[in-house]
């Protein structure tokens, strides 16, 4: 027959992957997948109906909705299912054998369509994500397989089969799931049964390219599985039907077939992979980095380095229990910036800086906040500014505030009585508390107040060539296990440190490392106390969780020490904690103009008494002792 010749085919579907199904694709690898580069399930749905003039295949769009297991349809769209691998190396991704991999999922497709010949449509995604410069390489593939023995010889265009490819149109409307249909014995259009096709040799499938007369490469698929179930099948009639106008019939002969092939080894050609935007055969590159909103790449980029961690070093890492946690450092110092840098590491997003001080011309160079610039500047809102430009979508604020300090005589009182009643409120609306102010009276009262308030207080001091970080105990209603505060060591009442000081005295005179060393060691002090919380435990996921941390830079050793709450502490005693209940700012204000007054109410007073007492005691028992003889 001169007229004969091979059937040609055309790519199946044109693929567009919109930025939200990168931006999905990021979110379950760095979340959910981590190391996991096992395919995951993809489902789109194709508008056969609507598709653009200028296009000659039926576009895929793959969009965040993509991964949802039941991709919500609309009426006319048509459910395919899709596969994506994504490799945790470039390498990896590089190096695959493509041809071989598609080959592979052919071979599903076909045991999948052997079973129900609706199956043998589907496709699948190469892809490996540069989570770190927001580049995505990913390839696209539609496996077509074809039996040698199932070629087509196009014969010619049947346009008597116009009305039947009408009701067939008709039918697959309804059938929204369907690729193919026959046509039975009673010439009613019925779902596919090889029987029936034997006889009645009728074959139609949707088609998803709009090139005249040339039907789209899934058509080999359908005539492989055809051939396969009906070997003894030559001539046949295919109608190609295509939604949006444009379907046909034809008259069609099979090449002989080879019955010894099976469908357990099947013999195939295959090929599927799209040609890039060069039109050729090679994977795509897309760099979102610049249509992001660089504000997001901010955001995702911060929790990139904290989210690796749960990959493979630590799974059971619980980064929201921190990331969420409202976190208020009194002192903007050299302290208060190292921590609050360490602080927005660890993901921590609401940050309140509280001081009362100026930028110096000696704090630049020690503080990491603050340039030569802000020299004469409040501190603590030039830190909450600073820290903004650092990362803007952190919620920090400056608070100028000067924290009533024991020991010291009220100037103003209505002032001073107007700063604790803002501190106060500080503390209630924060859930952990930094001291890391420079003098030990000004630790005092927030020490007292967080007490109250049962908030989690992580406090840093340091000396010349040494520091301590700790964690204050909290009231959990068994007094005997509670651990000590930072003012449970002392035998007096906190006083007056700061005047009749000379400079040296009066300035934080240490060498430039500790404040760094101090400050680090408090933030993750705070990370492992907060993953109790979380676990209910004392050990974590990050280890120990120590009370205190003493550190000695002169032989650079360090110790980890615990003590508990002691009874007549001037801070945390439960004398103290019921005289503030009582009275309240009275209460503070006798303490602050009268540290004696503090230790008659929390008991120091009738200890130091005691010690007196007892020294005098051995006093008089030496005196009368009788004299050696020499």
């Not at 995951?40 to 508008?47: C, E, I, R």
Request: with cysteine; hydrophobic share 40%; charged share 25%.
């Amino acid at each position: 027959m001169s007229s004969e010749r091979v059937l040609n085919y055309a790519p199946p579907f044109k693929s567009f992957l919109d930025t939200s199904f990168f931006q999905e694709l990021s979110r379950l690898k760095l979340d959910v997948l981590k190391l996991d580069s096992t395919c995951q399930p993809l489902a789109v749905n194709l508008d056969l109906r609507n598709i653009p003039r200028s296009a000659d295949q039926v576009p895929l769009f793959l969009t965040n909705r993509s991964f949802e297991e039941y991709n919500k349809r609309r009426d006319n769209e048509v459910p395919i299912q899709g596969k994506i691998f994504n490799f945790n190396v470039l390498d990896e991704f590089k190096n695959l054998d493509k041809q071989l991999f598609l080959h592979q999922r052919a071979l599903e497709s076909w045991e999948a369509g052997v079973k129900d010949i609706n199956k043998c449509v589907s496709f699948v995604i190469i892809s490996f994500a540069d989570l770190k410069k927001y580049r995505f390489y990913y390839w696209l593939g539609v496996p077509c397989f074809q039996r040698p023995s199932s070629t087509v010889l196009h014969v010619r265009p049947e346009p008597s089969l116009k009305e039947l490819c009408t009701k067939c149109q008709k039918w697959f409307d309804v059938n929204y799931s369907k690729w193919v249909c026959i046509l039975n014995e009673d010439d009613e259009i019925v779902n596919y049964d090889k029987d029936i096709t034997a006889k009645t040799k009728v074959l139609a499938v949707r088609d998803t390219s709009t090139m005249e007369n040339v039907p789209s490469a899934l058509t080999k698929n359908f005539l492989s599985i055809l051939q396969y179930d009906v070997s003894d099948l030559a001539d046949f009639r295919l109608l190609i039907i295509r939604q949006n106008g444009g379907s046909f019939a034809l008259n069609a002969t099979f090449v002989p077939c080879d019955p010894q092939l099976s469908s357990s080894n099947p013999i195939m050609k295959v090929s599927g992979w799209e040609r890039n935007m060069q039109g050729k055969l090679a994977p795509r590159v897309v760099d979102l980095s610049s249509l992001l909103d660089p504000l997001k790449i901010a955001d995702q980029s911060v929790d990139l380095n904290l989210k690796l961690m749960k990959w493979r070093i630590v799974p059971d890492l619980n980064l929201d229990i921190i990331k969420n946690r409202k976190v208020l450092l009194l002192g903007a110092g050299t302290l208060g910036c190292y921590v609050s840098r360490a602080l927005i590491a660890w993901g921590v997003r609401k940050i309140t800086f509280v001081d009362s001080g100026t930028v110096s011309y000696s704090n630049p160079v020690r503080q990491a906040l603050y340039n030569f610039d802000d020299c004469g500047k409040p501190k603590a809102e030039l830190a909450a500014a600073s820290l903004k430009r650092i990362f803007p979508l952190i919620d920090a604020t400056g608070v100028k505030l000067s924290i009533p300090m024991i020991g010291h005589k009220l100037v103003n009182e209505e002032a001073q009585h107007e700063d604790f009643d803002r501190l106060r409120a500080l503390i209630k609306e924060h859930d952990i508390v930094f001291l890391l102010v420079d003098s030990r009276e000004s630790r005092w009262l927030p020490s007292l107040l967080s007490n109250m308030e049962n908030k989690i207080v992580i406090n840093a001091a340091l000396g010349f060539d040494s520091y301590l970080v700790m964690r204050h105990g909290n009231r959990n209603g068994q007094p005997s296990k509670q651990l000590g505060c930072y003012f449970c060591h002392d035998v007096v009442a906190p006083t007056d440190s700061l005047t009749d000081r000379t400079l040296d005295q009066m300035c934080t005179v240490t060498r430039p490392g500790v404040a760094m060393m101090a400050s680090s060691l408090a933030v993750e002090l705070m990370a492992s106390l907060l993953q109790t919380k979380y676990s209910g435990s004392e050990t974590t996921v990050l280890g120990e969780v120590p009370h205190q941390i003493r550190g000695f830079l002169h032989n650079f050793s360090t110790l980890k020490l615990e003590t508990p709450a002691y009874e007549h502490c001037p801070a945390c005693s439960p004398k103290v904690i019921e005289a503030f209940t009582d009275l309240g700012w009275e209460f503070v204000k006798k303490a602050l103009e009268h540290p004696l007054y503090l230790e008659e109410i929390c008991g120091l007073s009738v200890i130091k008494q005691e010690v007196e007492q007892l020294g005098n005691d051995v006093f008089e028992w030496e005196d009368d002792e009788p004299s050696a003889i020499v």
